[in-house]
């Protein structure tokens, strides 16, 4: 239930609405805008007479929500939500590119790529320590050792760092993560959410392989329900019945959930094609249907990779791509972070 608060509102009122709303059992979302305030109230709202509420002096409007996610629902919260990660914000008119190996692999790797794509234009590094793979006899990761390299990755270079996180019980080995990831394997692990939901690390959260929009914001509810309200939504393609691509970018699911949810959306468009060839021309569409990042694959020996060479770019494809990227930003007028 959505309550719009009148302009020249008398505070002590609006408190007092407040107390009585919350001795119900329900929570309370606030955003102040400059020409009104709005309350959503999240809870069983069948306690709540909306005939009554809508006589008080000080309410414009009330109105019922009827998406099942309240705290991720643009009508809470019609701003959207800009997210600083140590001073990159994510959200907004801002655009952020995220770039680096799918996995840590060693020092000199990583170390190297960081380099590579902060000179190129990266302002995050990602790096894949605890890995989901298809395959229990495939490359794992390296596990803790991958979190130590990827937090020396940013002690030589100042890039804040993103990685997957596999179950809740790492959640303390992840100290000096400024993001981070869920991936698509884990979208509806709903523990692990709820765990997260107790931090205020900013949570990038990827699209299951054949999840709805509307599941995928209801995990986003997860957490900011449970008291994180840093939640990164990252499109990574869905799993369709076509077959020369890895998976299908689901390009439209950028502008819906603009219209539908105020946290900050990117595309992922190395794992949505798993073709290093076609990262480049995916990353424009995502740049022109209104993405706010991207999070790219890069290595710097590609056939070597032990997990998902296939789709990574070398450094200097990765630099070619973020120059046109800056094309497309200024059509739709957002500014890159440098
Ligand atoms: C990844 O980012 O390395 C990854 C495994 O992605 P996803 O969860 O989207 O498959
Ligand atoms: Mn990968």
């Given at each position: 239930?959505i309550?719009?608060?009148?302009?020249?509102?008398d505070k002590?009122?609006v408190d007092?609405?407040?107390?009585?709303?919350r001795?119900?059992g329900?929570d309370?979302?606030r955003?102040?805008?400059?020409?009104?305030?709005?309350?959503g109230?999240?809870?069983?709202t069948s306690k709540v007479?909306i005939e009554?509420?809508s006589t008080l002096?000080?309410?414009e409007s009330?109105?019922?929500?009827?998406?099942?996610?309240?705290?991720a629902?643009?009508?809470f919260?019609?701003?959207?939500?800009v997210?600083?990660?140590?001073?990159?914000?994510?959200?907004?008119?801002?655009?952020?590119?995220i770039a680096g190996?799918c996995?840590?692999?060693?020092?000199k790797?990583i170390?190297?790529?960081?380099k590579?794509?902060?000179k190129?234009?990266?302002?995050?590094l990602r790096?894949?320590?605890?890995?989901p793979?298809?395959?229990?006899?495939?490359?794992?990761?390296m596990?803790l050792?991958?979190?130590?390299l990827?937090?020396?990755a940013k002690?030589?270079?100042?890039m804040?760092?993103?990685?997957?996180?596999?179950?809740?019980y790492?959640?303390?080995?992840?100290?000096?993560v400024d993001i981070i990831?869920v991936g698509?394997?884990?979208?509806?692990?709903?523990d692990?959410?709820?765990h997260?939901g107790?931090?205020?690390?900013?949570?990038?959260?990827?699209?299951g392989?054949?999840?709805t929009?509307?599941?995928?914001l209801m995990s986003?509810e997860?957490?900011m329900?449970?008291?994180?309200?840093?939640v990164?939504?990252?499109?990574?393609?869905?799993r369709t019945?076509?077959?020369?691509t890895?998976?299908?970018?689901d390009?439209?699911?950028?502008p819906?959930?603009?219209?539908?949810?105020?946290?900050?959306?990117?595309v992922?468009?190395s794992h949505?094609?798993?073709?290093?060839?076609?990262?480049?021309?995916?990353?424009?569409?995502?740049?022109?249907a209104?993405?706010?990042?991207?999070?790219?694959?890069v290595?710097?020996d590609?056939p070597?990779?032990?997990?998902?060479?296939?789709?990574?770019?070398?450094?200097?494809?990765?630099?070619?791509?973020?120059q046109?990227?800056?094309?497309?930003?200024q059509?739709v007028g957002?500014?890159r972070?440098?």
């Amino acid at each position: 239930m959505i309550l719009v608060i009148k302009k020249d509102r008398d505070k002590k009122q609006v408190d007092n609405l407040i107390r009585w709303i919350r001795s119900l059992g329900l929570d309370i979302y606030r955003s102040e805008g400059e020409n009104s305030e709005i309350i959503g109230i999240v809870g069983d709202t069948s306690k709540v007479d909306i005939e009554l509420i809508s006589t008080l002096d000080i309410v414009e409007s009330v109105t019922r929500v009827q998406e099942p996610y309240k705290n991720a629902n643009r009508k809470f919260h019609p701003q959207d939500t800009v997210i600083d990660v140590a001073g990159h914000k994510f959200g907004g008119n801002n655009f952020q590119i995220i770039a680096g190996p799918c996995s840590v692999e060693s020092e000199k790797q990583i170390i190297e790529v960081a380099k590579a794509v902060q000179k190129a234009g990266a302002t995050v590094l990602r790096g894949g320590a605890f890995k989901p793979r298809t395959s229990p006899y495939s490359f794992q990761g390296m596990g803790l050792e991958g979190l130590k390299l990827l937090r020396k990755a940013k002690e030589e270079t100042g890039m804040p760092i993103v990685t997957e996180i596999m179950s809740e019980y790492h959640i303390d080995d992840f100290y000096g993560v400024d993001i981070i990831q869920v991936g698509a394997r884990n979208m509806q692990n709903f523990d692990l959410l709820k765990h997260l939901g107790k931090l205020k690390t900013p949570i990038l959260l990827k699209r299951g392989i054949a999840a709805t929009m509307e599941e995928w914001l209801m995990s986003a509810e997860y957490i900011m329900s449970e008291g994180n309200p840093n939640v990164i939504l990252c499109e990574r393609g869905i799993r369709t019945y076509e077959t020369y691509t890895r998976n299908t970018l689901d390009i439209s699911a950028v502008p819906v959930l603009k219209e539908r949810t105020h946290l900050p959306v990117i595309v992922d468009p190395s794992h949505a094609s798993g073709i290093s060839r076609l990262v480049k021309p995916l990353s424009l569409a995502a740049a022109a249907a209104g993405a706010d990042g991207l999070i790219i694959e890069v290595h710097n020996d590609p056939p070597h990779a032990l997990c998902d060479g296939a789709q990574s770019l070398r450094p200097e494809q990765f630099a070619d791509a973020v120059q046109s990227i800056d094309k497309i930003l200024q059509a739709v007028g957002k500014s890159r972070d440098k």
